[in-house]
């Protein structure tokens, strides 16, 4: 075993023993489609200089967004009810009464400067605003001279170096940051211990600090207009919590807490039960599928992808991620997808392995090693910007979507790269795994291979053909979602929350196969209070209404309606533009990556099937009728993932073929890296659909619609990377000058130089 190899095997064997004992030491925090949380009502009021109606309630909303998100609170719920009403759901709150305090306090945070000793009566301010500083003594305030508005960022940081213990940094935006130059500049114009030299920082009608300018600051010069500390006796607690009330922003009405109760999770244990045993089921299904075709080294990639599933559940566990269904099913099927980076190796071991068969075992899977590195790191690179930007631009379950898919891919590249390649080198270096080739699984060229060198079919000859299938695809898709139109979910388009007393109980499971039964499929069934139900459904009328309350009543007895509201929807219109911004920034920054990588007509094509994609899922689900909701989402996601990584890895053989024969046509390089490509593609695609079929039929119907999604995407994917993404870039190609790719190490323009002759030994007089 040679020293790399062990000290492979070191690193695995480390990783996968913290991530063990992190999973047995550590329980994780769950949805509350999984165990339910923290229910508030939160009650707009009017204020001073804002009306509390639907359009300041809305703007509240997003604010509270912001805040519960820096608290920490993965996955939360937040719908607006009525006109001046919001509905606040939080999976696993440790501390809900902190959570309240923090979610309802307004943050008005203005600066002021200090016109002098302040008297009880309020006659030493010019406005009559006198407030008691840190100390207690009273100041006398002139008017705000700058609101938390101008505040770009807040953060706390421990100053251990000087002593000054917690501390909160702010950052001005460029208008803000100017005002308060000027501000402080004018302080400074008093002498020293001069009251009027101090600036008092107020949040919420209270000082909160209220520092003298330094001696050094001359008078009318003031601070740099780029940031300032906010110094008092914080504790490490309430500096976090005062940096996330100001970046959060303040509250454009004030909210009062009217109701806050727990309430059960969303699916029952039955519908987990099922979901669990769909996902063991096609996980068995996958590593059976990968031993089967690659025999030994298949079975190793198995192990390496259960010690996958450890490490990346341990790092969801140890960054507090809030695991809900779905997330867990993408978690699954991140399993099934990240057997493709174990695939690109065998497979390129394979072709090592059939041109030089006089070369050892060892020597064949280093190469394939090698050789798949640059396709591997590439698909996974793009996708962690697609993750990177999700998490930083977007919010709420974007953003979680965002750390999960990060965290998957991260975990899959060590799997593949440092356990699989670990396990396959010790098992390589034995003379019976190199001695009986039908044990290895890289010996013999697979029959996918076989067939293709056999048939050699010429695929590429037209690429318009190809292009002309896709248009049709496209066509309609978007002839459905005109015609038929998309089934937005209750995330989308508000609705109705309906609250019921039964007087014989009623568990979730029950409740919701009587609301299915009668029409109301999609509804959301929880526990709320004492044994009530509550439902949460898309629009409803009072026929409707009536209708669900029979299918109640037929489960629990008689049946009283204890709360009937409007909600908005909890994916409102600000979430779903940073959804949006952030998906196309992360779109933009992918194509810009892959034009520096490979060519801008790669990364145009690759661009353009993504999109191809996007739009056939689209209107698959218009031509259905299933709903597009907050699930449909995060399936979008992953399979946008998928389809840049499956046309990297196209391109990249493309960019390699090319470059060993730069003056052979494009197209029959093209064809020739297509149909080498083929059996890595059909072996990925087939890890993945063993798990989406079984979640599909098995996990019932809460993630029904989550796994057809994720079929559809799969297949519609793994075309459009070849027979898109490809013929467009063939297209692209005529009409580019951009020379051909080089080889490494030999100068551009000389094809062949740099390399000595056969018998050449370099020595020179």
């Not at 939360?76 to 902190?98: A, F, N």
């Not at 307004?106 to 302040?118: E, I």
């Not at 998490?391 to 379950?397: D, I, V």
């Not at 799997?415 to 010790?426: D, K, Y």
Request: contains cysteine; positive net charge.
């Amino acid at each position: 075993m040679t020293r790399a190899t062990t000290v492979r095997a070191v690193l695995a064997a480390a990783v996968l023993l913290v991530a063990v004992l992190i999973t047995l030491t550590m329980s994780p925090r769950l949805g509350l489609d999984l165990q339910g949380g923290t229910r508030m009502v939160l009650q707009a009021k009017d204020s001073t200089t804002a009306k509390a109606d639907r359009e300041s309630t809305d703007r509240t909303l997003e604010v509270l967004r912001k805040r519960i998100d820096s608290l920490g609170v993965a996955e939360p719920t937040l719908t607006r009810s009525g006109e001046d009403r919001i509905i606040v759901e939080l999976p696993d709150v440790q501390d809900p009464r902190k959570a309240a305090e923090v979610i309802g306090r307004t943050a008005q945070l203005t600066f002021h400067a200090v016109q002098g000793p302040g008297t009880p009566d309020g006659s030493g301010a010019k406005d009559g605003t006198t407030l008691p500083d840190e100390q207690g003594r009273r100041l006398a305030l002139g008017p705000a001279a700058l609101s938390g508005a101008g505040v770009k960022d807040a953060s706390a940081s421990f100053d251990a170096q000087q002593g000054a213990g917690w501390s909160v940094s702010l950052d001005f935006h460029k208008d803000a940051g100017r005002d308060w130059t000027r501000l402080t500049g004018e302080a400074a114009c008093h002498p020293v211990q001069d009251e009027r030299r101090r600036v008092a920082i107020v949040l919420d009608k209270q000082v909160i600090s209220s520092p003298q300018v330094s001696p050094t600051v001359g008078c009318g010069t003031g601070l740099p207009s780029g940031s300032t500390q906010i110094t008092g006796s914080f504790s490490a607690d309430e500096a976090r919590e005062l940096a996330l009330l100001i970046q959060g922003g303040a509250l454009p009405v004030p909210v009062e807490i009217v109701e806050q109760r727990t309430v059960g999770p969303t699916l029952g244990a039955a519908a987990i039960d099922a979901s669990a045993r769909a996902a063991l089921i096609g996980a068995a299904a996958t590593a059976l599928f990968i031993t089967v075709v690659y025999r030994l080294f298949g079975a190793l990639a198995a192990v390496a992808l259960g010690a996958y599933g450890v490490i990346s559940y341990a790092a969801l566990v140890a960054l507090g991620v809030t695991l809900t269904l779905p997330g867990l099913a993408g978690f699954v099927l991140a399993i099934g997808m990240a057997v493709d980076a174990n695939v690109l190796v065998f497979e390129r071991a394979r072709e090592e392995h059939a041109q030089h068969p006089g070369r050892s075992l060892r020597t064949s899977l280093t190469a394939g090693f090698r050789h798949a590195w640059s396709a591997v790191a590439d698909s996974n690179v793009t996708t962690l910007i697609a993750a990177g930007l999700l998490f930083f631009l977007g919010s709420g379950p974007v953003k979680g979507f965002g750390v999960t898919l990060g965290i998957g891919v991260l975990a899959s590249m060590f799997s593949a790269l440092v356990i699989a390649r670990a396990l396959t080198e010790i098992a390589a270096g034995s003379t019976f795994v190199g001695t009986y080739r039908g044990v290895n699984g890289i010996a013999s060229p697979g029959r996918v291979r076989t067939w293709l060198n056999r048939r050699d079919p010429q695929l590429m000859r037209s690429p318009r053909r190809w292009l002309l299938v896709s248009a049709v695809l496209v066509a309609v898709a978007v002839t459905g979602i005109l015609v038929r139109g998309v089934n937005l979910g209750v995330e989308f388009t508000g609705g109705r929350l309906v609250e019921y007393a039964t007087s014989r109980p009623v568990d979730v499971e029950s409740a919701r196969s009587a609301l299915a039964g009668a029409g109301f499929a999609d509804a959301e069934v929880t526990t709320a209070g004492a044994g009530d139900i509550s439902v949460r459904t898309g629009e409803l009328d009072n026929a409707g209404e009536h209708a669900l309350r029979a299918a109640l009543a037929e489960e629990g007895g008689a049946t009283t309606k204890v709360r009937d509201e409007l909600i908005g929807p909890s994916l409102g219109d600000e979430l779903r533009r940073n959804a949006l911004i952030a998906l196309a920034i992360a779109v933009l920054v992918q194509l810009v990556y892959l034009a520096v990588r490979f060519r801008w007509t790669f990364a145009v094509a690759s661009v353009g099937a993504l999109v191809h994609d996007v739009i056939v899922l689209v209107g698959a689900f218009a031509w259905l009728g299933r709903t597009v909701d907050g699930i449909f989402l995060a399936a979008l996601l992953t399979v946008i993932g998928y389809s840049v990584n499956d046309s990297v890895v196209v391109f990249d053989r493309v960019r390699e073929l090319w470059a060993k024969a730069r003056r052979e046509p494009l197209g029959t390089v093209a064809n020739r890296a297509v149909l080498q490509t083929v059996p890595r593609t059909v072996n990925t695609g087939m890890g993945a659909l063993f798990i989406l079929v079984a979640l599909a039929v098995l996990g019932g119907d809460s993630l029904a619609d989550f796994a057809l999604a994720l079929l559809i995407g799969i297949v519609v994917g793994t075309y459009s990377s070849v027979m898109t993404a490809v013929p467009a870039a063939l297209l692209l190609e005529r009409g580019s000058k951009t020379p051909p790719p080089v080889r490494k190490g030999v100068p551009r323009g000389r094809p062949g130089a740099g390399r000595r002759a056969p018998l050449d030994n370099g020595a020179r007089v």
